[in-house]
């Protein structure tokens, strides 16, 4: 086997933003210079090659990250094209798991917007290098000094602008390149793709020398020995001395460098993919991939970005396939493999064979024989992988950092229209389920309704426009309904005794817990404090279990039990009778009677709100949100725009966007995204509690 770039050269990057930056027209243009594709795709005719789904085509926006490979200059870039919307944050968690390094897309007239901060913030939690692109210079109110800014305030980056831009809005014709110190002139007339390099124009050399000179300040502050040079003489340090000086801070994260330009009138992305080249790692620039073994928590194990050492990938993204199936996308950390061999999934303890290696295009393909350290790819064949599953070689076992997802905080019930459509149904949300980890599904034991849950109202929107167009699924949807909790205030500690004496062998089970409210967002822990054997081993597993089944289908008023702590402390058994259903039962109706004595309460799921309106709806906005139990966290002004940060009950929220548009005239938008779970107030819950034990009557 043998690979055709060497990892060096190998680029693993996503583009990242807020909805309506620019992400995917980025991707299509540079899908084009590339000559990865021989046309460009609009996102706003529907036609952008990286959104292929139905569902993206009709909305115009991102809703599951593309994997696309391309080369420029001898480099092969593998390039994820990752959503914006908030209801698809998980689309953008996975990526930024499997990436080396992302371009940021800002756009000109926008700035930081509420979701393009929630992904640098998820981009810091994996430490992923950035590049920051600042797109959209031809539109009307463009500043790109404004937006460095703002990412500088309110993303506290240290940003090194590359590049200045000649003009703005319909006069910007262009870049002025920093390093080079020349002026990119592009020819609107070839799309962009012929452009001219000249002097920089009179009237721009004095702003060009200044933001040289403050690159060349912050690139030295990177390298001491540059930094000497740089104090005898700014005129001394080469080019190539301050590109690998910026590189290194870009790898460590010390440094963002930023470029402009405006990727719809095709300005602009030849010099980002030289950026990315320069700038951005390579697999061998990043630290070895840290795991442990599977057998051993404890026991560390460390895989470097080399071709020789064991096979290593994370599975990141499985995706339905109407033609081939269950694809797996994977990164591969270390190692190589071939198709056709067999695997081990570490995670599941599971042998699995590659039957097929796809190096993929958005939703096109093309077949490998082998895959390599460093590379990004999809499989056929693997049945019982999922998102973050580890994939290894039965002789070198590894258990890498799995990903985690957010808790989904919003349910429809789906109903089929026939007993035909049932078994389709059941496929379709399997195969759903089995895609995104932030999509669940469960049969409500009362109603015996299957129920979904997501991110939000978008989330589902499209879940069930994927069951009826993919999976042609003819289903009712019910109204859309919170994910409330249940926790407690106090402490408790319960005795219960469970006996049943039935003729011949009897049951016997003993507990003694304390039941105590845990930290909020920490979830559920249990304590086993039994001293002297009062209860025998073996039967512990079968009480927690019996307490998490207790938990999950709720106490106080049928919601799940969340941030609990309980500790085991006494018992007893019986030498004939005791069993593990017995202490499962007693541990069960202890929980039960326990929790209802520690004062419960009902949680509801918060949102953060960030509404962006012209100043002269403002006091309709904050007069509406305040009417739905919505918290004021504070006001920005941002040019001829407010910008109102709250936390609303998303109760509350229902409908919103119908609402927001109505106030504005059109012209506010708002994000959301789940923030933490909230006491719901005491009047709210007793209408609640009121409501789940009318609809329990009608079920019975």
Known sequence: MARKVNLEKVRNIGIMAHIDAGKTTVTERILFYTGRSHKIGEVHEGKAQMDWMKQEQERGITITSAATTCYWDDHRINIIDTPGHVDFTVEVERSLRVLDGAVAVFCAVGGVEPQSEKVWHQSNKYEVPKLAFINKMDRVGADFFGVIQHIEKDLGANVIPLQVPIGAEENFLGIIDLMEMKAYIYDDESLGKNYHIEDIPADYL??????????????????????????????????????????QGTIQNKVVPALCGSAFKNKGIQRLLDAINFYLPSPIDLPAVNGHDPDDIAQKIIRNPDDNEPFTALAFKVQSD??????????????????????????????????????????????????????????????????????????????????????????????????????????????????????????????????ISGMGELHLEVIVDRLKTEFKVDAQVGQPRVAYRETITTSTTENYKYAKQTGGRGQYGHVVIEILPAVPGEGFEFINAIKGGSIPREYIPPIEKGIIEAMRKGVYAGYSVVDVKVRLIDGSYHEVDSSEIAFKIAASSAFKRAFMRSMPVLLEPSMSVEITTPEQYVGDVVGNICSRRGKILGMEVKGPLQVVSTEVPLSEMFGYATTLRSLSSGRANYSMHFEKYVEVPYDISEKILEERKEYRTKVD
């Not at 040289?212 to 003489?233: F, Q, R, W």
């Not at 303890?349 to 190096?359: D, F, P, S, Y």
């Not at 499989?379 to 950092?401: F, M, S």
């Open 206 to 247: 004095e702003l060009a020398k200044k933001h040289h000179h403050i690159m060349v300040e912050k690139a030295v502050e990177l390298d001491d020995s540059l930094m000497e040079k740089y104090l005898e003489s700014e005129d001394k340090i080469a080019k190539e001395e301050l590109i690998r000086a910026i590189r």
């Open 322 to 451: 109407p033609h081939m199936g269950k694809l797996v996308y994977f990164r591969v950390y270390s190692g190589s493999i071939k198709a056709g061999e067999f695997i081990h999934n570490a995670t599941k303890e599971r042998k699995e064979r590659i039957g097929r290696i796809l190096q993929m295009h958005a939703n096109e393909r093309e077949s490998r024989e082998d895959i390599f350290a460093g590379d990004i790819a999809a499989a056929i064949g693997l049945e019982h992988t999922v998102t973050g599953d580890t994939l290894c070689t039965e002789d070198n076992k590894i258990v890498l950092e799995a990903i985690e997802f957010p808790a989904p905080v919003i349910a429809v019930s789906v109903t089929p229209s026939s007993r035909d459509e049932q078994e389709k149904l059941a496929k379709g949300l399997h195969r759903l389920a089995e895609e995104d980890p932030t999509f669940t599904v469960h049969t409500d034991s009362e109603t015996e309704e299957t129920i």
